[in-house]
T-cell receptor, first 109, second 116 residues
Framework: KQEVTQIPAALSVPEGENLVLNCSFT??????LQWFRQDPGKGLTSLLL?????REQTSGRLNASLDKSSGRSTLYIAASQPGDSATYLC????????FGKGMKLTVNP | GAGVSQSPSNKVTEKGKDVELRCDPI?????LYWYRQRLGQGLEFLIY????????KSGLPSDRFSAERTGESVSTLTIQRTQQEDSAVYLC??????????????FGPGTRLLVL
C-alpha cells in the first residue's frame, strides 16, 4: 500500500528565504508525482507535475525534483513571499492518487 | 464552465439526516473523482468514475455512502444517515481520462460538511 509522508507538518519562515519542502513515498512504482497548493476555504491548485521518467520540473520560483528510486521528491520555493502561505500537498499517482497530509507554510512579512 | 464546481459550498446537517453533494466537472472530462479530507488528515480517495461507470468504489467508507454520475457530467455523492465522523471537506476532481494516468486532476473548491 502506497504511503506518502510530508515532514514537517508546518513551517514558519521570514519573507525572502529559500525553502525546501520534502515528500517521501513507499512504493516507487508510480506514474507521476504532483505538488498541490491548498488555500483556506479553497480547493487544490496543481503547482507542478513530474512524470516518472522526469527528474524535475520548474515553474517560476518553484522547482520540484523527483528521485523515484529513493522514493523522494523535493519542492524548492525561491525567495518566499507572504502570498506563498498555504498548505502544500504532495501526491503520487499509481493506481490511485495518494496524498500526503500536507505541510502548512507561513511566510511572515 | 472554466473549472470544477461543487455545491453547496457549506452544509450543516443533523446526525441521521441524508445529504447530497454535487460536482460539475470540467466540460469534456470523462474521469471524475471524489475525495474526503478530514480535519488534520490527508485526502482520502472515495470513488472515481470513467464516464458514468464507477470501476473502483473501494474507498467508500461504508454502505451509507453512494455516488452516481449521469450524462458523463454531473456527479452526486450521497451520504445517508449522517454521522458526526462524516464531517469533512468533500473534494471533487476531474481529468480528461483515467486511462492516461499522467494527466492532471483538476479540483473543485470542495463542500464543507458539518454533522451536528
Amino acid at each position: 500500500k502506497q504511503e506518502v509522508t510530508q515532514i514537517p507538518a508546518a513551517l514558519s519562515v521570514p519573507e525572502g528565504e529559500n525553502l525546501v519542502l520534502n515528500c517521501s513515498f513507499t512504493d516507487s512504482a508510480i506514474y507521476n508525482l504532483q505538488w498541490f497548493r491548498q488555500d483556506p476555504g479553497k480547493g487544490l491548485t496543481s503547482l507542478l507535475l513530474i512524470q516518472s521518467s522526469q527528474r524535475e520540473q520548474t515553474s517560476g520560483r518553484l522547482n520540484a525534483s523527483l528521485d523515484k528510486s529513493s522514493g523522494r521528491s523535493t519542492l524548492y520555493i525561491a525567495a518566499s513571499q507572504p502570498g506563498d502561505s498555504a498548505t502544500y500537498l504532495c501526491a503520487v499517482r499509481s493506481e490511485k492518487l495518494v496524498f500526503g497530509k500536507g505541510m502548512k507554510l507561513t511566510v511572515n512579512p | 464552465g472554466a473549472g470544477v464546481s461543487q455545491s453547496p459550498s457549506n452544509k450543516v446537517t443533523e446526525k441521521g439526516k441524508d445529504v447530497e453533494l454535487r460536482c460539475d466537472p470540467i466540460s469534456g472530462h470523462t474521469a471524475l473523482y471524489w475525495y474526503r479530507q478530514r480535519l488534520g488528515q490527508g485526502l482520502e480517495f472515495l470513488i472515481y468514475f470513467q464516464g458514468n461507470s464507477a470501476p473502483d468504489k473501494s474507498g467508500l467508507p461504508s454502505d451509507r455512502f453512494s455516488a452516481e454520475r449521469t450524462g458523463e457530467s454531473v456527479s452526486t455523492l450521497t451520504i445517508q444517515r449522517t454521522q458526526q465522523e462524516d464531517s469533512a471537506v468533500y473534494l471533487c476532481a476531474s481529468s480528461l481520462s483515467t486511462s492516461a494516468p499522467q494527466e492532471t486532476q483538476y479540483f473543485g473548491p470542495g463542500t464543507r460538511l458539518l454533522v451536528l
